[in-house]
T-cell receptor, first 115, second 113 residues
Framework: NAGVTQTPKFQVLKTGQSMTLQCAQD?????MSWYRQDPGMGLRLIHY???????DQGEVPNGYNVSRSTTEDFPLRLLSAAPSQTSVYFC??????????????FGPGTRLTVL | AQSVTQLDSQVPVFEEAPVELRCNYS??????LFWYVQYPNQGLQLLLK??????LVKGINGFEAEFNKSQTSFHLRKPSVHISDTAEYFC???????????FGTGTSLTVIP
């Protein structure tokens, strides 16, 4: 049981490039989410999904796209990278799409630098 | 929307001393409360959670937290810290309406030998 996995661990992009951060979970969790972590700002929600085919915006969605074609995978796409998107990105999942009392399980993170 | 406040951004404490990390949240509607720990260059791990019932919750690694509804607080405590407790600690809140976790800005705990 690998839990939540994220690839890559590190990435350097140039301004304007696009890329996809991968996230997968093997716990059959319905709810998945993406956060970015910046110094002094804690974790801020980018997008989330309560099940395959259903996604919604979080607090800071601009510049990011997501899709959820399977229960296991929840990729995050940066359309045109900007230096302001330099951050550490965490994917998380929890059991139940509508179960706010369940804990979230986090991946190890992807450290992204945009030059 | 919910807001979560962790007033102390950095807390230095000597080894074997007690520590309290403070967390306050804004909404008085039914909430679920969580504390997570993040060790350097790692993801977040759950320390403990409060869903209902007894207001004193015990978690892993000797940590405990007390839910205070009237003060909308959920402070984290440990009676005697170890060097290995050096990490970033996050308070998080979710509520019955909506599907979001709201995180505080984190408290960096440094245990001094």
């Amino acid at each position: 049981n690998a839990g939540v996995t994220q690839t890559p661990k590190f990435q350097v992009l140039k301004t304007g490039q696009s890329m996809t951060l991968q996230c997968a979970q093997d716990m059959n969790h319905e709810y998945m989410s993406w956060y970015r972590q910046d110094p002094g700002m804690g974790l801020r929600l980018i997008h989330y999904s309560v099940g395959a085919g259903i996604t919604d915006q979080g607090e800071v969605p601009n510049g990011y796209n997501v899709s959820r074609s399977t229960t296991e995978d929840f990729p995050l796409r940066l359309l045109s990278a900007a230096p302001s998107q330099t951050s550490v990105y965490f994917c998380a999942s929890r059991q139940g799409g509508g179960s706010p009392y369940n804990e979230q399980f986090f991946g190890p993170g992807t450290r992204l630098t945009v030059l | 929307a919910q807001s979560v406040t962790q007033l102390d951004s950095q807390v230095p404490v000597f080894e074997e001393a007690p520590v309290e990390l403070r967390c306050n949240y804004s909404s008085s509607v039914s909430v679920y409360l969580f504390w997570y720990v993040q060790y350097p260059n790692q993801g977040l791990q759950l320390l403990l959670k409060y869903l209902s019932g007894s207001t004193l919750v015990k978690g892993i690694n000797g940590f405990e937290a007390e839910f205070n509804k009237s003060q909308t607080s959920f402070h984290l405590r440990k009676p005697s810290v170890h060097i290995s407790d050096t990490a970033e600690y996050f308070c998080a809140v979710s509520q019955n309406t909506g599907n979001q976790f709201y995180f505080g800005t984190g408290t960096s705990l440094t245990v001094i030998p």
